[in-house]
C-alpha cells in the first residue's frame, strides 16, 4: 500500500516537472503503439469486414486461426520478429533491429488479429442490416466494405482502441525486438520492466501510473474527437 | 399489355425444406402499375424480391424480354421494412448516388430534392434513426427515386403513413408512371390498389390465383380467395 | 471530418518513427547496468570519441548470442569459459579484459546459517547448504549463475531441494525474490547496493579472490558480420583502457563504497 502512494506521488511529480527522460519515452510509446495501431487497423479492419461479407470455404478455418493468434503470446511474437530481423536472419541486411520500426513490426502481428476479429463481429451485424440494400443498390464488393466500414466506425474504432491498448501495455515482444535501448528503444513498459529489476518499485509503480493515464486519455480523446461529429448517435 | 417486361415459368422458391411461393407461371407487361395483393404470407414480398433478383429461384425460370434491357438495368426497390443507414437522413437518400460516382455536394443537393419530392419535411441533417415510422418510409421512398428508376419495386410503401402522405405518395407514383416509369408494387390498401393499379396480381398460400385488369379484378374477381379477401377489407 | 484528423496525426506519427541516426550497440550484462557506471561512462565516451554508444541489456548467455548473429557491435560480459568459447567460434577478433568487481553473498540479518563467520566463500555455501537455508539462484545461465554453479562445485556440493531455489530471472527480479522469500543469494556488488527492496536482507559474506569478476570487451568479428561497426568498436576500446577511463572506472562509488577496479594492460 505504502508503495503505490509513493509511486503515485512519484508518478505525479515527474509528470508535474514534465521530467525529461519521461517524455521522451512517453512519446516513443505513444509513436509505437499508435504507429502499430493504425497499421494494424489498417490491415485489421478490411480484413475483418471482408471475413464478414464473403463466403468461402477456408473462411470458418480463417476465423480460429484468427482467434488462435489473439492468444499469441508476446515473447514469442518477439522471439520470431527477432530471428527474421536479426542481422543473421532473412531479413537482416534492412537492419531494423533493435529500432521502433521492428517494435512497431512486432506489435502490429501482436494486435492485427484482435482488430481483426473484433471488427469482423461489428461488421457481421451491421452487414445483416446492410444486406438487401447493398445488393439492390448493385453496390460493387469493395464499395460494400468501404460502406460497412464507414458507417461502422464508432464499433470500429473500438476495435483499433482494444488494438492499442494491447500494444500500449505490451512489454515481451519490444523487450526483445526494441533492446530497450536507453533515449533510443525504451518505451514506458519496458522502462517499468527494468525499474521493477532494479528493485524500484516506487520508480516502476509511478510509470505506471502514467501508462494508465495515457491509455485513459487516448481513449478520452478519440471518443471527444468522434462525438464532435453532428447529429450521429453511433 | 403492350409489350412483354418479364416472364415467370413455373418458379418455385423454396426455404428450409418448403415451398414459400410458387410454382407460379406469369407475364408481366411492360408499362404501367402491377399491384401484387393478397393475405399476409401470400407471398408478395418474396415474388417481388425474386423479381428484383434479391431471392434465389429454387426451380423455374425468369425469362426477361430483350426489350425489357433498359428496365432491367435501372431497377430500385423499397424494402416494407424500410433499411436504416447509420446515417443522416440526407445522406442516406444520397446515398445510391455516391455509389455511382456523383461528388458529394451533387448528392446531396439532389437528394434535398428527392426528399422535398416526397414531402420528407424534417431537418435532413439528423439520423435516420430518428425519423418516425412514416418519415422512414418517405427516406426510403426517396432513396429509391434518386436513382430516377426505370423499374420500381415498392413493397408496401405507404403502410406506416397517414392519409395526406398517402396520397403524396401516390400522387409521385402517378406522376413516374405517366414519365413511363415501370412499377411494381404491393399493398394491402384496397383503396391505393383501385386508385394505382394498372393490372393486379393476386396471391394467396404462394401460389398464383388470378392476374387480371384492375377494372376486371374490382369488379368482377374470379376465385372465391380474392372475392373473399376484397369483402373481408371492405366489411372493416 | 474529425476522423480523418485522427489518421493523419496517426501517419505522421508513424512516419517520425522511422528516422534514427548512426550509433554503435554493445550488449552488456544486467549486473553491469545495474551498478550506474554506464551512465558516468556512456556521456564520457560520446564526448571524448563522438561515439553514441546504445546499450543492449541482456543476460550473459544473450549478450554473447547478439554478438554471434551479428546484432551488435562489441560485448562486454564476465563469463571467461563463454567468452574464450564464444572466441573460439570465430564470432570475435578478441578479448581485452577491462576491470573486475566482485561477488558478495546476501542472506536474512539473522544469517541462520552463520555463512558470515566462514573463512572461505565454499565455506560459506557449505554452511547454507548444511542448514538447508532456503537460497535463491538466479538459474539463468548468466555470468553471475556460471559463477555461482562454478563455487557450489568446488564446494563440492550439489544443490538441489526445497531450499533451492532456481528462479531463471536477471539480478534485480532475483534479489526481488530472496526478498520476498527471507533467503541466501549471490549478487554482484553494485546490483546488491543499487537494489532498493532489500526488506531483512544484508551482505553476510564477501572478499574471498574467488569471488571476483572479471569483465572483458570484445568486438565482433567483422570477417563474419560485415556491417558490424568495427572502427567504432576499436576507438571505444582505446578509450576503454585510456587513463581516463581507469580515473573514471576506479573513481566511481555507490553508497561511498568502491566498486569496480580497472585492470586493463597496454598492450
Ligand atoms: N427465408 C425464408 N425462410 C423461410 N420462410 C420464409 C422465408 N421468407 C419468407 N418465408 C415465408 O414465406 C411466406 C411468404 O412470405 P412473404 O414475406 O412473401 O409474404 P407477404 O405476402 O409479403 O406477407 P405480408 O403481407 O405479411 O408482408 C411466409 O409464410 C413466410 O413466413
Ligand atoms: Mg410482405
Redesign the pocket.
Do not use: F, W, Y
Given at each position: 500500500m505504502n508503495d503505490i502512494l509513493q509511486g503515485l506521488a512519484r508518478a505525479a511529480k515527474l509528470v508535474v516537472t514534465l521530467n525529461a527522460d519521461l517524455v521522451e519515452i512517453t512519446l516513443l510509446s505513444l509513436q509505437v503503439s499508435l504507429g502499430a495501431a493504425v497499421i494494424g487497423s489498417a490491415i485489421g479492419l478490411p480484413l475483418g469486414a471482408w471475413l464478414a461479407i464473403n463466403r468461402f470455404p477456408a473462411r470458418r478455418t480463417v476465423i480460429a486461426l484468427l482467434n488462435a493468434l489473439m492468444g499469441l503470446p508476446p515473447v514469442v511474437v518477439g522471439l520470431i520478429v527477432y530471428v527474421l530481423f536479426s542481422r543473421s536472419g532473412p531479413l537482416g541486411v534492412l537492419g531494423l533491429l533493435f529500432t521502433p520500426t521492428a517494435m512497431v513490426i512486432a506489435q502490429v502481428i501482436i494486435i492485427t488479429p484482435i482488430i481483426a476479429s473484433v471488427a469482423h463481429q461489428a461488421i457481421r451485424e451491421l452487414w445483416a442490416d446492410y444486406h438487401d440494400l447493398l445488393i439492390s443498390l448493385e453496390a460493387r464488393r469493395h464499395q460494400r466494405i468501404a460502406t460497412l466500414l464507414w458507417d461502422g466506425r464508432r464499433a470500429l474504432m473500438t476495435a483499433s482502441l482494444a488494438g492499442f491498448g494491447r500494444g500500449i501495455g505490451e512489454v515481451g515482444a519490444i523487450m526483445i525486438v526494441g533492446g530497450n535501448i536507453d533515449h533510443a528503444t525504451r518505451v514506458l513498459t519496458t522502462a517499468i520492466a527494468l525499474e521493477t529489476g532494479k528493485g524500484e518499485f516506487d520508480m516502476a509503480l509511478a510509470l505506471g501510473f502514467v501508462l494508465i493515464g495515457l491509455a485513459i486519455a487516448v481513449n478520452l480523446a478519440l471518443h471527444i474527437l468522434s462525438r464532435t461529429e453532428r447529429g450521429s448517435r453511433w | 399489355m403492350v409489350n412483354a417486361m418479364v416472364a415467370l415459368d413455373r418458379v418455385e422458391l423454396r426455404?428450409?425444406g418448403?415451398v414459400?411461393?410458387g410454382p407460379i407461371s406469369l407475364r408481366l407487361g411492360g408499362e404501367g402499375i402491377t399491384m401484387a395483393m393478397?393475405?399476409?404470407?401470400?407471398?408478395?414480398?418474396?415474388?417481388l424480391r425474386a423479381l428484383h433478383g434479391l431471392e434465389r429461384v429454387s426451380s423455374g425460370q425468369i425469362h426477361w424480354d430483350e426489350d425489357a434491357r433498359a428496365l432491367r438495368e435501372r431497377q430500385a426497390f423499397v424494402f416494407?421494412t424500410p433499411i436504416l443507414m447509420r446515417r443522416s437522413v440526407l445522406d442516406s437518400i444520397a446515398y445510391p448516388l455516391r455509389l455511382r460516382g456523383v461528388r458529394r455536394g451533387a448528392a446531396r443537393e439532389r437528394a434535398a430534392e428527392c426528399a422535398e419530392n416526397v414531402g420528407l419535411r424534417v431537418s435532413l441533417r439528423k439520423d435516420v434513426s430518428t425519423l418516425s415510422g412514416g418519415e422512414k418510409q418517405k427516406m426510403a421512398l426517396a432513396r429509391a427515386l434518386i436513382m430516377d428508376p426505370a423499374l420500381l419495386f415498392l413493397?408496401?410503401p405507404s403502410a406506416n403513413l397517414d392519409g395526406r402522405s398517402t396520397r403524396e405518395i401516390e400522387e409521385i407514383l402517378d406522376h413516374f408512371r405517366a414519365r413511363g416509369t415501370r412499377i411494381v408494387m404491393?399493398t394491402?390498401d384496397i383503396g391505393q390498389a383501385r386508385r394505382l393499379a394498372d393490372d393486379v396480381v393476386f396471391?394467396h398460400h404462394?401460389h398464383l390465383v388470378e392476374q387480371a385488369p384492375s377494372a376486371a379484378f374490382f369488379d368482377a374477381p374470379q376465385s372465391q380467395q380474392a372475392k373473399a379477401y376484397l369483402q373481408g377489407d371492405i366489411v372493416i | 471530418m474529425t476522423f480523418r484528423t485522427i489518421l493523419s496525426a496517426a501517419f505522421a506519427a508513424v512516419l517520425a518513427v522511422a528516422a534514427q541516426a548512426e550509433d554503435m550497440k554493445m550488449s552488456v550484462t544486467t549486473s553491469f547496468a545495474n551498478s550506474g557506471l554506464a551512465d558516468v561512462l556512456l556521456p564520457e565516451i560520446k564526448k571524448d570519441t563522438g561515439i553514441n554508444v546504445q546499450l543492449l541489456i541482456v543476460g550473459t548467455g544473450q549478450a554473447l548470442k547478439l554478438g554471434a548473429q551479428g546484432d551488435v557491435d562489441a560485448v562486454l560480459v564476465h563469463a571467461k569459459a563463454a567468452e574464450l568459447a564464444w572466441l573460439a567460434e570465430g564470432n570475435g577478433t578478441h578479448r581485452r579484459e577491462i576491470m573486475y568487481n566482485d561477488f558478495i553473498l546476501v542472506g536474512p540479518s539473522d544469517d541462520p546459517a552463520a555463512a558470515g563467520s566462514a573463512a572461505q566463500a565454499t565455506e560459506a555455501l557449505s554452511a547454507i547448504a548444511g542448514a538447508q537455508a532456503p537460497f535463491v539462484s538466479r538459474g539463468d545461465n548468466s555470468g553471475t549463475h556460471k559463477m555461482e554453479l562454478r563455487l557450489w562445485k568446488a564446494a563440492g556440493i550439489e544443490p538441489q531441494g526445497d531450499w533451492y531455489r532456481a528462479v531463471g530471472q536477471g539480478m534485480g527480479a532475483a534479489l526481488n525474490t530472496a526478498s520476498g522469500m527471507n533467503a541466501y543469494i549471490m549478487s554482484d556488488r553494485a546490483s546488491w547496493l543499487k537494489f532498493a527492496n532489500k526488506g531483512d536482507l544484508k551482505l553476510v559474506y564477501e572478499g574471498d579472490p574467488i569471488l571476483f569478476n572479471q569483465y572483458a570487451y570484445m568486438p565482433v568479428n567483422p570477417e563474419k558480420h560485415s556491417h558490424a561497426k568495427i572502427e567504432q568498436a576499436n576507438a571505444l576500446e582505446a578509450w576503454l583502457v585510456s587513463d581516463r577511463a581507469r580515473e573514471l572506472i576506479d573513481g566511481y562509488t555507490l553508497n561511498g563504497e568502491k566498486l569496480f577496479t580497472f585492470n586493463a594492460k597496454a598492450e
Open positions: - | 426455404r428450409g418448403r414459400i411461393v393478397g393475405p399476409n404470407g401470400a407471398g408478395k414480398t418474396t415474388l416494407q413493397d408496401e404491393s394491402h396471391m404462394g | -
